[in-house]
């Protein structure tokens, strides 16, 4: 209790606080300082821990928790229960982090009015609120999954940059030409690539872990792999982020439900790290090999099709019937139509092939003919 200017009597509360968004960057800190700042107006102590890009700072000890009387959660991507266990026993407010930076005032309002007291999966009863879905319970239907998915896009991040950045100082290493294999261009090139590979089974990976938990990571993250391996699928592209979304959510809510799940004691102890990550791997590749990876990469195929001819056609580029020879396919000549999309360059009448790559059949980028009747016919 302590005396305000009024000389009335307050009780002078003890907060922690947890704040994250999916990019790490903005509204982390923004929330954090945000609530810091009315703490202080308001006479009460706080302490904040942010979990940002840079990981997480300002930690909340076990003594900060014990200390608190209350806690505020606000997430911008979905939480774990492992991340949530400490809090257990502790009044909890679970907020957005736009929330607290729209009306960090009316935040503050709402903790002694709608504050529960957190269970931690494995200590309360079933009727309380646990672990992810007590994190997401102000959030239900779309707007829960997509917190979990946002979960998997600020680990996918780091992937996204870290990769990209090295692909564009390999490329201007070279003078945006082919790196030559054993040079330093050469090694930041296949660096970025395995940026890029990894970034699909993050994203999966870690949205299955923000609804269910480590249990669901391994699961997740292999089928997420697999449905981008067309070689393995035979089909003609992976299953990309469409597919690796669809396998985190079906991972992540499938093991949430296969945790339910009562075994003898002495099968306990096997479940999370043996049990539930054998079975949900081998249903996931099944499911992945014969559903998910086709369907998905035929319909990935489809839009990047779509999208490739929407842009040239909005460019201004010309559509043509080509006629090709037996060198092109299968030793027979016959008309494509519009099939293969040339720049028309210079007073010469020249083609250059724009696409090389028309119906997953490669052929070398080039100029053909000299003239303005070089096997090409304009529409």
Same mark, same amino acid.
């Given at each position: 209790?302590?005396?305000n200017?009024?000389?009335?009597?307050?009780?002078?509360k003890?907060?922690?606080?947890?704040t994250?968004c999916?990019?790490?960057?903005?509204?982390?800190?923004m929330?954090a300082e945000a609530?810091?700042?009315?703490?202080?107006?308001r006479?009460?102590t706080?302490?904040?821990?942010?979990?940002?890009?840079?990981?997480?700072?300002?930690e909340?000890t076990s003594?900060?928790?014990a200390?608190?009387? +209350?806690?505020?959660?606000a997430?911008?991507r979905g939480?774990? %229960?492992?991340?949530l266990?400490?809090?257990n026993g502790?009044?909890?407010?679970?907020?957005d982090v736009?929330?607290?930076l729209?009306?960090?005032?009316?935040?503050?309002?709402?903790?002694?009015r709608?504050?529960?007291?957190? +269970?931690?999966?494995?200590e309360?009863n079933?009727d309380?609120?646990?672990?992810?879905?007590?994190?997401s319970?102000h959030k239900?239907g779309v707007?829960?999954?997509?917190?979990?998915?946002?979960?998997?896009?600020?680990?996918?991040i780091?992937?996204?940059?870290?990769?990209?950045?090295?692909l564009?100082?390999?490329?201007?290493l070279?003078?945006g030409?082919?790196?030559?294999?054993?040079?330093?261009?050469?090694?930041?090139?296949?660096?970025?690539v395995?940026?890029? %590979?990894?970034?699909?089974?993050?994203?999966?990976?870690?949205t299955?872990?923000?609804?269910a %938990?480590?249990?669901?990571?391994?699961?997740?993250m292999?089928?997420a792999?697999?449905?981008?391996?067309a070689?393995?699928l035979?089909?003609?592209?992976?299953?990309?982020?469409l597919?690796?979304?669809?396998?985190?959510?079906?991972?992540g809510?499938?093991?949430?439900?296969?945790?339910?799940f009562?075994l003898p004691?002495?099968l306990?102890?096997l479940?999370?790290?043996?049990?539930?990550?054998t079975?949900?791997?081998?249903?996931?590749?099944?499911?992945?090999?014969?559903f998910?990876?086709?369907?998905?990469?035929?319909?990935?195929?489809?839009?990047?099709?779509?999208?490739?001819?929407?842009?040239?056609?909005q460019?201004?580029?010309?559509?043509?019937?080509?006629?090709?020879?037996d060198?092109?396919? +299968?030793?027979?000549? +016959?008309?494509?139509?519009?099939l293969s999309?040339?720049?028309?360059?210079?007073?010469?009448g020249k083609?250059?092939?724009?696409?090389?790559s028309?119906?997953?059949?490669?052929y070398s980028t080039?100029?053909?003919g000299?003239?303005?009747n070089?096997?090409?016919?304009?529409?």
């Amino acid at each position: 209790m302590v005396l305000n200017k009024r000389g009335e009597f307050i009780w002078k509360k003890k907060l922690a606080a947890v704040t994250n968004c999916p990019a790490g960057i903005a509204h982390t800190y923004m929330s954090a300082e945000a609530l810091q700042r009315e703490a202080e107006k308001r006479g009460d102590t706080m302490k904040v821990e942010t979990q940002g890009s840079v990981g997480v700072e300002n930690e909340l000890t076990s003594e900060n928790i014990a200390q608190a009387d +209350y806690i505020i959660i606000a997430a911008g991507r979905g939480m774990s %229960d492992d991340e949530l266990r400490r809090f257990n026993g502790k009044k909890v407010l679970f907020v957005d982090v736009s929330d607290v930076l729209r009306d960090v005032s009316s935040t503050m309002d709402r903790l002694e009015r709608e504050a529960r007291t957190y +269970y931690a999966q494995d200590e309360g009863n079933d009727d309380q609120p646990t672990g992810t879905s007590a994190a997401s319970r102000h959030k239900r239907g779309v707007a829960g999954v997509f917190q979990h998915l946002m979960n998997g896009v600020s680990f996918m991040i780091p992937f996204v940059t870290a990769g990209g950045i090295l692909l564009a100082i390999s490329a201007a290493l070279v003078g945006g030409g082919k790196t030559v294999e054993g040079s330093f261009a050469y090694l930041l090139e296949q660096v970025g690539v395995i940026g890029f %590979d990894l970034m699909i089974p993050i994203l999966a990976g870690y949205t299955a872990y923000s609804i269910a %938990d480590k249990p669901a990571l391994a699961p997740a993250m292999i089928g997420a792999w697999l449905a981008n391996q067309a070689d393995i699928l035979g089909t003609k592209g992976g299953a990309g982020f469409l597919g690796a979304i669809l396998v985190g959510l079906l991972v992540g809510y499938f093991v949430r439900w296969f945790k339910k799940f009562k075994l003898p004691k002495s099968l306990t102890p096997l479940m999370s790290f043996l049990i539930i990550p054998t079975v949900s791997t081998l249903l996931i590749a099944v499911v992945v090999f014969y559903f998910i990876g086709p369907v998905i990469a035929g319909i990935m195929l489809a839009l990047t099709t779509f999208f490739k001819f929407y842009v040239i056609i909005q460019s201004g580029h010309h559509l043509c019937d080509y006629w090709y020879d037996d060198s092109f396919r +299968y030793g027979r000549s +016959y008309q494509q139509d519009c099939l293969s999309i040339f720049l028309r360059h210079g007073c010469t009448g020249k083609c250059l092939l724009f696409w090389d790559s028309c119906f997953d059949h490669s052929y070398s980028t080039g100029c053909f003919g000299t003239g303005d009747n070089d096997q090409a016919k304009f529409v």
